[in-house]
Every structure is written in structure tokens, then in C-alpha cells.
């Protein structure tokens, strides 16, 4: 089994920089992906970013420039670096693991607030 722990999360200023670190641990060689997502209040969940296996990249539209998906430890750590923030950023952000034979499993959720 796989376990996911997000850090990093907090208050920043607009404009303002953060870095969300996930740890996996378990059996991480079944992970084929791993991704960040994030849910706003009274919104769905939506994809942030994810990270293959092999390295490629895919952001969402809203973040594409601003945010970098990183992986180092053969994807015992996974990043997510945020410039720029904005307000509409705000939301809690959720490490994710496509896991081959066991299927999506979550972190808990580190909260990020973009306020001045």
C-alpha cells in the first residue's frame, strides 16, 4: 500500500511564493503518476498538475506558467512550487497517486490561503 503526506501549506500574500513537498511512502514502485489536485470551498476538486513516471509534465490551464511539478527520490517526494499566487488559488491541495492494482489513493490535504 501506498501512504501520501502533504507539508507546506499556509497564508501568502498575493504575489507571494509557496512550496507544497508530498511524501509517499509504501510500495512506491507501483505508482504509475502522481498529481496535485485542489478543491476551493464550494467547488469541485479539479487537477492542478500531474507527474508520469517518465517525467512528463501536464498543468491546468489556470496555473500553466505559474506553478512546477517536481519529483526527485524516484518519486519519493513530490513537489508542487507556486509563484504568483493569486487569491482565486486558495483552496486545499491534495497529493494524489495513480496505483497500479489499487486505483487513486489521496493524501489528507495541506490548506493554502492566498490574502493580504
Known amino acids: 500500500q501506498v501512504q501520501l503526506a502533504e507539508s507546506g501549506g499556509g497564508l501568502v500574500q498575493p504575489g507571494g511564493s509557496l512550496r507544497l513537498s508530498c511524501a509517499a511512502s509504501?510500495?512506491?514502485?507501483?505508482?504509475?503518476?502522481m498529481d496535485w489536485y485542489r478543491q476551493a470551498p464550494g467547488k469541485e476538486r479539479e487537477l492542478v498538475a500531474t507527474r508520469w513516471r517518465g517525467g512528463s509534465t501536464v498543468y491546468a490551464g489556470s496555473v500553466k506558467g505559474r506553478f512546477t511539478i517536481s519529483s526527485i527520490s524516484r518519486d519519493n517526494f513530490l513537489y508542487l512550487r507556486m509563484n504568483s499566487l493569486k487569491p482565486e488559488d486558495t483552496a486545499v491541495y491534495y497529493c494524489?497517486?495513480?496505483?497500479?492494482?489499487?486505483?487513486?489513493?489521496w493524501g489528507r490535504g495541506t490548506q493554502v490561503t492566498v490574502s493580504s
Open positions: 494524489s497517486a495513480a496505483v497500479i492494482g489499487s486505483g487513486r489513493l
Open positions: 509504501g510500495s512506491i514502485s507501483s505508482i504509475a503518476s
